[in-house]
């Protein structure tokens, strides 16, 4: 299976600031997805990230929130822009290995975020 | 529109003890279900995908097309086996996840 390696792992943001997070994958897998966990909650999903070309959002996610990048097939980058406590979440980083059978998405340790 | 349901938040049981985690879904074509666990301080992992019809760490789970079902089992709980689990489903390479039912195996 990939190994999916997220950073930071953890960090305190002040309200207003933007902070980016970084997803290496260390092989080339097809497909890659943002995911939040909020405290007490499941996950939900952001965004597909699509290499060379604008993510995909789901209802309720917007791409001035939350800019994605994904220049190849083994990094992607999503930044939480102008932060407020209601973003304090997990992001989880997400892939879908190309190598196995079926559909099986693997995950990021996750960065785990409090805005304060 | 896809939907999974884990009517279950919290589940305690003794250890021994047979345990179920309910799972519904619902969904219009034809499906791939996956349970995830994430024990304590740990990255969320895959357990098991209804595909493969396998036994992970004793746990098994049968998709029931008429019921809609997709509910995780094990004979005889273990300490270790505690942790929060989410029932998953795949309609199209992305993943659409229930709520989760946090299982404590009390010794």
């Known amino acids: 299976s990939a190994v999916i390696s997220q950073k930071p792992s953890r960090d305190i943001c002040q309200r207003g600031t933007s902070l980016t997070i970084q997803c290496q994958v260390d092989s080339q897998v097809t497909m890659m997805f ?26 309720g996610f917007v791409i001035d929130k939350f800019p994605i990048s994904r220049p190849n097939l083994t990094f992607s980058t999503l930044t939480v822009s102008n932060m407020s406590p209601e973003d304090s ?28 | 529109a896809q939907r999974v349901t884990q009517p279950e938040k919290l589940l305690s049981v ?8 309910k ?12 349970w995830y666990v994430q024990y304590s301080r740990q990255r969320l992992q ?25 509910h995780l089992k094990k004979p005889f709980a273990q300490e ?28």
């Open chain 1, 34 to 59: 943002w995911y939040r966990q909020q405290p007490g909650q499941s996950l939900t999903l952001i965004a597909t990230a699509n290499q060379g070309s604008e993510a995909t959002y789901e209802s």
């Open chain 1, 89 to 116: 979440s997990i992001y989880l980083c997400s892939v879908v290995d190309s190598l196995s059978s079926g559909n099986t998405i693997y995950f990021g340790e996750g960065s785990w975020l409090t805005v304060v």
């Open chain 2, 14 to 21: 003794f250890k021994g003890a047979p345990v179920e985690l």
């Open chain 2, 23 to 34: 799972c519904n879904y619902s969904y219009s074509g034809s499906p791939e279900l996956f």
């Open chain 2, 46 to 70: 895959l357990l098991l995908r209804h595909i493969s019809r396998e036994s992970i760490k004793g746990f098994t789970a049968d998709l029931n097309k008429g019921e809609t079902s997709f």
């Open chain 2, 80 to 107: 270790e086996d505690s942790a929060m689990y989410y029932c998953a489903l795949s309609g199209s390479s992305n993943l659409f996840f229930g709520t989760g039912t946090r299982l404590t195996v009390i010794p």
